[in-house]
């Protein structure tokens, strides 16, 4: 927050914790607003869906396995339950866990100005800030609850589906059951902090339009650019800036050892995303005229 | 915290810092590798010693990752086709040779190693634990093993690893002789660490090389990137650098190799290979290629009957599919038709197969191959 450190220590000290306090209590209550909300629920069902349809799919094809081909890991559910999570995040990760979050993200600001209710919340004084950090931590939460559930769900329809047992890494080698749960949360975290940049963006444009269908489709669209800018090799001394190009990287977590720099790599590319982002929103959004 | 701000100011204040802060992050994506690369100071030495030191590397331990990238002018061959065996070694060769690669190879001494290639949800790896050569690619999920016991040499010779900066080093220094200007070049920093830098130049024209650099760790003498120039071309032409290097023994259980359940292991007895009819030493036709010309123009010339049986052999293999793997295909789209037969071009090297059936290979311009032939 924007209060100075030095000045005069035991003021601040009372005035900190007060205004974590208020952060929490704000914080609280978004997250019950948040994931009350009908909408929430049913996109994070959506997102169960997609690895729940993966096994259910390959389950009644055939049990022999369709050679290469299809998205990541997905000749191997036959052998290994487990690896349902992993396609579940790769076949979610381009699309799916972007439109969600890019409806998270884009409603945050101009979903309270649509409603009205934006102005209730900024009667504190010092609120604006406060609720742009409220806002992101919402969502950055709905990023880990959306990542999750498809780890998750598709672990458990994995197992209920297919045998599992020691999982094989991409490098040949092969781990049990812990290791790879271990693995699994990594991967989950990886994919959360992936989709943090995007949650800045939706952000920031969610501060600067009274409509949220307009900031969610922005945000969405977006991400759909970036990817196809991705894919584009002519433009490839633009790829390391986009924040969708380490996406895919959290397969590096199935090699042994792992391969942490992808990991510090698209930490470090969220971040500045968050910085700049988040920045730019707080510029806008302290300064903006709330009129509803 | 001003709420009473106009619209109009409001939107003075956030756009400069929406112009900015792009800005500033190139500025630091552009700043730091460049502050990386500031030329450390040595103690001088002379090339030789330099070049030299490399044989005092062989006993090196250590894990790093490494950048492979090539523009030889090739097609791009996508990485991310089909999995399948036999007649697909000739695309994975290639496809080693398009584009660029992440590696990570790890060295626990001169006969434990482990080289993996980081491709997009898929790794393919090489492991050597003394006289055992395993091989494992993730997207076809099939390992192979090789067993050194009573077979001299290195025998791992796999098409689907590409080489690592000491390989490629080692494999300069036998061209590295009177043909050549030797110079060292301004000390370099490489994968945070100080190294010297040796560039090899062709004293002949007729070359397609325009200069090698080794690029040599100036405290262990490792290798850390080698750099090949082609003639009329910016980018190299070839490029393996260390991009970060740990000297410290990498875990002993990465070279304890067993391929994993459900894999697909094809046993290799070295041994066999060479009584069996399709041995190398049997084959009259690999005896002994000829050459013209010398040091970096020096033009081999095979009498080719090898190869077509070898393109027949593939065609007629079950992986069927006109895919980018099918080999003939492939072949006609590389090459293109010149007087008396059909030649690739790439940026090194080119090859020229004639409509008799030989197979000439040099890193000379087609022209000289052409010529070469009608001789």
Redesign the interface.
């Known amino acids: 927050m924007s209060l100075d450190d030095r000045t005069s220590a035991p003021a601040v000290a009372t005035g900190r914790s007060n205004s974590v306090a208020r952060f929490w209590n704000l914080f609280r209550s978004e997250i019950r607003v948040l994931f009350r909300r009908g909408r929430t629920i049913a996109m994070l069902a959506a997102l169960a869906a997609v690895p729940v349809l993966i096994a259910i799919a390959i389950r009644l094809s055939s049990s022999g396995g369709g050679g290469g081909g299809g998205p990541a890991f997905l000749a191997r559910i036959t052998e290994n339950g487990l690896f349902v999570s992993l396609t579940g995040l790769a076949v979610a990760i381009p699309l799916f866990l972007p439109l969600t979050v890019g409806v998270v993200a884009g409603d945050t600001i101009a979903g309270e100005a649509n409603l009205g209710t934006l102005r209730y919340l900024l009667i504190s004084p010092a609120g604006r800030i406060r609720l742009l950090l409220v806002k992101f931590a919402g969502a950055a939460v709905f990023c880990a609850a959306a990542t999750l559930v498809i780890v998750l769900a598709g672990a458990a329809i994995g197992a209920a589906l297919f045998p599992i047992g020691p999982v094989t890494l991409l490098s040949g080698d092969t781990v049990g059951i812990g290791d790879y749960a271990i693995r699994a949360l990594l991967m989950a975290a990886y994919v959360t902090i992936s989709m943090l940049g995007l949650s800045a963006i939706g952000l920031f444009i969610s501060t600067l339009t009274t409509v949220p269908v307009g900031a969610m489709a922005t945000t969405v669209v977006l991400a759909a650019l970036a990817q196809i800018l991705g894919a584009i090799p002519q433009l490839d001394w633009l790829h390391p800036f986009l924040f969708s190009d380490r996406w895919l990287g959290f397969a590096d977590i199935m090699r042994q050892p792992i391969a942490w720099q992808s990991f510090q790599d698209n930490t470090l590319t969220q971040a500045v995303y968050i910085v700049v982002f988040g920045g730019a929103a707080m510029l806008r959004f302290r300064s903006k005229d709330v009129l509803s | ?3 009473s ?3 109009r ?2 939107r003075k ?2 756009l400069p ?2 112009v900015v ?2 800005a500033v ?2 500025a630091a ?1 552009v700043a730091v590798p460049l502050s990386a690369g500031a030329a450390p100071s040595l103690p001088e030495k002379s090339a030789a010693d330099i070049l030299a030191s490399i044989a005092g590397s062989s006993g090196a331990v250590y894990s790093g ?1 490494v950048s492979q990238t090539s523009s030889l002018g090739l097609p ?1 061959i996508p990485s991310t086709g ?3 065996s036999g007649g697909d070694d000739l695309s994975g060769a290639l496809e080693l040779l398009t584009g660029s690669h992440d590696l ?1 190879v790890f060295v626990g001494g001169p006969e434990r190693s482990r080289v ?1 290639v ?1 491709d ?4 393919r ?1 090489i492991i050597r634990d003394g006289d055992d050569v ?1 091989t ?1 690619d ?4 099939e ?1 192979t093993h090789v067993s050194l016991a009573d077979h001299e040499g290195s025998g791992s010779d796999d098409a689907g690893t590409p080489p690592t900066p000491v390989d490629v080093a080692n494999r300069l220094l036998t061209s590295v002789d009177r043909t050549s200007d030797v110079a060292v070049d301004e000390n370099v920093r490489i994968a945070g660490r100080s190294a010297y830098r040796v560039t090899i130049t062709p004293r002949t024209d007729a070359t397609l090389v325009g200069s090698a650099s080794i690029s040599v760790d100036a405290e262990t003498g490792l290798p850390l990137s080698v750099e090949i120039d082609a003639r009329g071309q910016n980018d190299p032409a070839f490029e393996v650098t260390f991009t ?1 290097i740990d000297f410290s023994a990498p ?1 002993a259980g ?1 070279f304890a ?7 697909t292991v094809d046993e290799i007895d070295p041994t066999k290979l060479r009584h069996d009819g399709s041995s190398l030493s049997d084959e009259p036709e690999l005896t002994a290629p000829t050459t013209t010309g010398e040091g970096w123009a020096t033009i081999a010339e095979i009498p080719a009957a090898k190869w077509a049986a070898q393109l027949d052999a593939s065609e007629a293999s079950p992986d069927g599919g006109s895919g980018p793997g099918d080999a003939t295909g492939m072949l006609d789209e590389l090459t293109t038709p010149v007087a008396g037969g059909r030649a690739l071009q790439t940026a090194l090297v080119s090859v020229l197969l004639t409509d008799d059936g030989r197979v000439l290979v040099g890193a000379v311009p087609v022209d000289a191959l052409v010529a070469a032939a009608t001789r």
């Open positions: 915290m001003n709420d701000s106009s619209p100011s409001s204040r956030w810092f929406a802060a792009p992050l190139v994506a990752s791009e089909s999995g399948g990570r993996q980081l997009t949800f898929a790794e790896n395993w494992y993730s997207k076809s999920n390992a970060s875990d990465l190799f067993s391929p994993p359940a459900g894999a």
